[in-house]
């Protein structure tokens, strides 16, 4: 039996892979191989990573600092992960998923390249491998339609919210063809798996393998989904506020920045805490949600019957309408909005956040997080 019990292909190392590797890496019975066909994957790796590992300094809720830069501490941490077998770059996905024992794909959201992935995932790898996938929308019966029943049985979504290495939540949405017992060990390995700033020694092995994050302790939350819904339910509820947003600035109801102090003044704070329904249910008195419902019900009527339902169009249908001779003013006017929200978003934050931002953003989430976790125990 190998010192570590899981091994964790890790499909597509950009902006989540990344991610996901430091998250994979805290726990101590884990070793992954990357694989990523992008010619700078290595330089990548080296660059973001050691940002992301809890031995830095830019993840702890209390730090100013900025993320480091590269140093040669990074180059050192990377390279005893490498020396201690945590972890290994691959150069293929035929060598990526040998013998490994969890094969995960953060590849690009296009279901073609998804479908031919696990296909060629599923000609190399161990028969009994775990296959999760971590789209944002597509799922996993879609992906597996091209693959054989007992793919299917293994395949199921793991769906995290950005940053995955310190962000808690996780949707696990298994396919009607997906056996419980797989769904069970996902749910049970991502509990496991300690928060940010936990002691931990990425490099040293002697540590026992077994790591379990203690229940009082536990950071990340999985949530399992009942039945698969394209974009599940996170990313649901964020596109039907975006698709709000779009339209009250469209209509030229509030600008962007404006609409954005709407949100990280009041709901923002207030879902850190309470989500949509304990708020309702708060705000509803000794009656509770239900009679908040009855109370609100003319007001929540009249909104819900004027939502706003802008046109977006995909690259290709813009493509098409240009094609077509159109000379882009029809496009202008479907997607009026779009103008509207990129200028007003650009002027408001720059084109490109700033390492300091980003540190001060992240500064912010961890806070949140611990100060969850300090009032109300596990997540
Ligand atoms: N960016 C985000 O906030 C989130 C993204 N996701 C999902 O994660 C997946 C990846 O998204 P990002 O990391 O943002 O994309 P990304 O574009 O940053 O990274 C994708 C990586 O996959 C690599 N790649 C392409 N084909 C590959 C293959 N055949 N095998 C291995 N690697 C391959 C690319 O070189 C690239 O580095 C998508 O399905 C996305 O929906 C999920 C949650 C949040
Ligand atoms: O918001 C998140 O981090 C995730 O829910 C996502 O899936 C991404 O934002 C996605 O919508 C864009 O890649």
């Not at 309408?321 to 990129?342: A, F, I, N, P, Y």
Request: glycine share 8%.
């Amino acid at each position: 039996m190998s010192e570590y019990p899981h091994h964790i292909a890790l499909l597509g190392a950009g902006t989540i892979g990344l991610s996901m590797l430091a998250m994979h890496l805290r726990r101590c019975d884990t070793r992954v191989t990357v694989f990523d066909p992008r010619p700078d994957a290595e330089n990548q790796l080296r660059a973001q990573l050691p940002s992301f590992l809890d031995t830095s300094q830019s993840t702890s809720s209390n730090s100013n600092s900025t993320p480091p830069i590269q140093d040669s501490s990074s180059d050192t941490l990377i390279d005893t992960l490498i020396s201690t077998n945590r972890l290994r770059l691959a150069s293929s996905i035929h060598e990526a998923v040998q013998n490994a024992t969890i094969i995960q794909e953060q590849t690009p959201e296009l279901l073609s390249s998804k479908q031919a992935l696990w296909n060629e995932v599923t000609h190399s790898a161990d028969t009994n491998a775990h296959l999760w996938s971590s789209s944002s929308g597509i799922p996993a019966s879609a992906q597996a339609a091209t693959c054989m029943t007992d793919v299917q049985a293994r395949l199921l979504i793991a769906h995290p919210f950005n940053p995955p290495h310190v962000m808690p939540l996780v949707e696990i949405v298994p396919s009607p063809n997906t056996t419980p017992d797989r769904v069970t060990f996902a749910q049970e390995y991502f509990k496991a798996i300690p928060g940010p700033g936990a002691e931990q020694s990425y490099s040293v092995t002697s540590q026992s393998p077994s790591t379990s994050a203690s229940a009082s302790s536990q950071h990340y939350r999985p949530v399992t989904l009942h039945k698969e819904i394209p974009g599940f339910v996170g990313n649901r509820l964020a596109f039907a506020l975006l698709r709000e947003a779009c339209h009250l600035v469209g209509e030229g109801v509030v600008s962007t920045r404006d609409l954005d102090a709407i949100v990280t003044s009041s709901l923002g704070p207030r879902w850190a805490g309470s989500g949509v329904f304990e708020s309702y249910h708060a705000g509803g008195g000794e009656g509770g949600i239900g009679a908040f419902l009855e109370k609100l019900a003319p007001t929540v009527k009249d909104v819900w019957g004027q939502l706003g339902q802008p046109v977006i169009l995909t690259e290709e249908e813009r493509s098409v309408r240009r094609d077509g001779g159109g000379d882009g003013s029809e496009e202008e006017d479907t997607e009026k909005w779009r103008k509207l929200v990129v200028q007003q978003t650009e002027e408001a934050y720059g084109v490109g956040i700033s390492a300091e931002i980003k540190a001060k953003k992240m500064k912010m989430l961890n806070g949140v997080l611990e100060m969850q976790k300090e009032c109300f125990g596990e997540l």
